[in-house]
T-cell receptor
Framework: GAGVSQSPRYKVAKRGQDVALRCDPISGHVSLFWYQQALGQGPEFLTYFQNEAQLDKSGLPSDRFFAERPEGSVSTLKIQRTQQEDSAVYLC????????????FGDGTRLSIL | SQQGEEDPQALSIQEGENATMNCSYKTSINNLQWYRQNSGRGLVHLILIRSNEREKHSGRLRVTLDTSKKSSSLLITASRAADTASYFCATNRDDKIIFGKGTRLHILP
């Protein structure tokens, strides 16, 4: 496909479970970003990859959050021992070059923790 | 933390009118971008203005940038129902961009 693809679109998990969210960026895009968006707020930066290198993970809320992009394309955001405050939309974006070029977003994964 | 702040938080106007949204930011920038987000969807890039530019046009969109005031405005002319969405400004920090909280625009038929 031509755009950024995220799966699943919706995820419901019980508190304490682990979840994994997937992002397929646009082919050839070097940079990949993960954001967390609470209802009525703007996206909050979580982490950033350039190819397979995770250059910035300063936005990850806790050590329960882990992201990887082992081959420089698909990325996975994993949340361990989920808490209710993890409920949010998780957005993935990619860009052709460096971080402050226009970004292309997926439609996000809406995560609900019961 | 968010660097940009949009104003107003919400705006309702009649179809055909012009809509103006403002953004203020805190630190120096390389560029400023505006994005649109329809309900339940990802963000869509609208326009990028560089720090050495003062005004930029794209179709019905006009963006201004005043680096001395650390502010930008987005004007949508002749609004349409399809313009109903949230609009975010985004500024760069290091090698990433930081979004504001957005303006929710509602176009009334």
């Amino acid at each position: 496909g031509a755009g950024v693809s995220q799966s699943p679109r919706y995820k419901v998990a019980k508190r304490g479970q682990d979840v994994a969210l997937r992002c397929d960026p646009i082919s050839g895009h070097v940079s990949l970003f993960w954001y967390q968006q609470a209802l009525g707020q703007g996206p909050e930066f979580l982490t950033y990859f350039q190819n397979e290198a995770q250059l910035d993970k300063s936005g990850l809320p806790s050590d329960r959050f882990f992201a990887e992009r082992p081959e420089g394309s698909v990325s996975t955001l994993k949340i361990q021992r989920t808490q209710q405050e993890d409920s949010a939309v998780y957005l993935c974006a990619s860009s052709y070059a460096t971080g402050y070029q226009p970004q292309h977003f997926g439609d996000g994964t809406r995560l609900s923790i019961l | 933390s968010q660097q940009g702040e949009e104003d107003p938080q919400a705006l309702s106007i009649q179809e055909g009118e012009n809509a103006t949204m403002n953004c203020s930011y805190k630190t120096s920038i390389n560029n400023l971008q505006w994005y649109r987000q329809n309900s339940g969807r990802g963000l869509v890039h609208l326009i990028l203005i560089r720090s050495n530019e003062r005004e930029k046009h794209s179709g019905r969109l006009r963006v201004t940038l005043d680096t001395s005031k650390k502010s930008s405005s987005l004007l949508i002319t002749a609004s349409r129902a399809a313009d109903t969405a949230s609009y975010f400004c985004a500024t760069n920090r290091d090698d990433k961009i930081i979004f504001g909280k957005g303006t929710r625009l509602h176009i009334l038929p």
